[in-house]
């Protein structure tokens, strides 16, 4: 029995009237979903440092905008789907735990997936997230920057006032020290690689109990132990405390201000004298 499009429902005869444009769409967003490997793939040659990784082309490109230009641009990379990184700072090692992660989450609901061990196979370090974000940053990858960004906070979440007072109550001093030891190499990271979290790994170490502090003080290096310093004192700050400087810095700038709010108003009333007795000698 043969059936007639007329009648049928909207969505069936939209399907049936589909534009080429939409079809390419809809093509387009099977290619990058979950269901992508159902068809043969184009697998895309990246080298780092020498060291080769065959990986889909369609997965590196699908949340980053760098291997988007490199392999769908018109570059040489697209012609031969080879690209070649040397780059001192980025190591094979770090690249396949970034490739690791690229594969993990397309499986995953973006919105449910996090690095966890159960998800990752296993605990990350701080410096091993740390990574993870730089090389998503680098290859501006905004998905998996973001997957380790929430890592990361949620790892440094694990230092507050509260569970540092639980670590040194229940840990060994060797692994108290060795935390330390820890986000002090992460604080040294970022500022090496001019990474955004310094102030959240200083403000780590700084939720630490004073004994925590005086007993880890000769491993922390100058500028480390001056920021985690200048942060503790703060905290135990009087906020309704202030200096002489800052009071007459205050009323300096309340009487600038004043002066430059009477300079506009007095300037409006010249405007509008002007004005009037311009309107008069026109009359």
Same mark, same amino acid.
């Given at each position: 029995?043969?059936?007639? #499009?007329?009648?049928?429902?909207?969505?069936?005869?939209?399907?049936?009237? @589909?534009?080429?444009?939409?079809?390419?769409?809809?093509?387009?967003?099977?290619? =990058?979903?979950?269901?992508?490997?159902?068809?043969?793939?184009?697998? +895309?040659?990246?080298?780092?440092?020498?060291?080769? *990784?065959? #990986?889909?082309?369609?997965?590196?490109?699908?949340?980053?905008?760098?291997?988007?230009?490199?392999?769908?641009?018109?570059?040489?990379?697209?012609?031969?789907?080879?690209?070649? #990184?040397?780059?001192?700072?980025?190591? @094979?090692?770090?690249?396949?735990?970034?490739?690791?992660?690229?594969?993990?989450?397309?499986?995953?609901?973006?919105?449910? *997936?996090?690095?966890?061990?159960?998800?990752?196979?296993?605990?990350?370090?701080?410096?091993?997230?740390?990574?993870?974000?730089?090389?998503?940053?680098?290859?501006?990858?905004?998905?998996?920057?973001?997957?380790?960004?929430?890592?990361?906070?949620?790892?440094?979440?694990?230092?507050?006032?509260?569970?540092?007072?639980?670590?040194?109550?229940?840990?060994? =001093?060797?692994?108290?020290?060795?935390?330390?030891?820890?986000?002090?190499? +992460?604080?040294?990271?970022?500022?090496?690689?001019?990474?955004? *979290?310094?102030?959240?790994?200083?403000?780590?170490?700084?939720?630490?109990?004073?004994?925590?502090?005086?007993?880890?003080?000769?491993?922390?290096?100058?500028?480390?132990?001056? !920021?985690?310093?200048?942060?503790?004192?703060?905290?135990?700050?009087?906020?309704? !405390?202030?200096?002489?400087?800052?009071?007459?810095?205050?009323?300096?700038?309340?009487?600038?201000?004043?002066? +430059?709010?009477?300079?506009?108003?007095?300037?409006?009333?010249?405007?509008? @004298?002007?004005?009037? @007795?311009?309107?008069?000698?026109?009359?």
């Amino acid at each position: 029995m043969s059936h007639s #499009i007329i009648g049928a429902p909207s969505s069936v005869a939209g399907a049936a009237t @589909a534009t080429p444009s939409a079809r390419s769409k809809e093509r387009e967003q099977l290619m =990058s979903g979950p269901l992508m490997f159902r068809t043969p793939l184009t697998v +895309a040659t990246i080298v780092i440092n020498g060291r080769e *990784f065959f #990986i889909h082309a369609n997965l590196l490109c699908k949340h980053s905008d760098y291997f988007t230009r490199c392999l769908r641009g018109g570059f040489a990379e697209a012609e031969t789907q080879r690209v070649e #990184i040397n780059d001192e700072d980025i190591s @094979a090692e770090d690249f396949g735990l970034w490739v690791d992660l690229l594969y993990r989450s397309h499986f995953q609901k973006p919105d449910s *997936f996090v690095l966890r061990k159960e998800e990752t196979g296993g605990t990350l370090s701080t410096m091993q997230i740390l990574t993870l974000w730089k090389l998503s940053d680098r290859f501006m990858n905004r998905v998996l920057a973001q997957m380790a960004e929430e890592s990361l906070q949620h790892r440094l979440s694990l230092y507050s006032v509260e569970q540092w007072r639980k670590l040194y109550r229940t840990r060994p =001093s060797s692994d108290i020290r060795s935390r330390v030891s820890r986000l002090q190499d +992460a604080y040294r990271y970022c500022v090496d690689q001019e990474l955004p *979290f310094v102030n959240d790994i200083v403000n780590a170490c700084a939720n630490s109990p004073p004994q925590v502090y005086a007993e880890c003080a000769s491993l922390l290096e100058v500028d480390f132990m001056l !920021l985690v310093s200048q942060r503790m004192i703060m905290d135990h700050a009087d906020s309704a !405390l202030i200096s002489k400087d800052q009071r007459l810095s205050s009323s300096g700038n309340k009487a600038n201000g004043s002066a +430059a709010a009477g300079a506009v108003n007095g300037g409006r009333a010249a405007n509008g @004298a002007t004005g009037s @007795a311009s309107e008069l000698g026109g009359v």
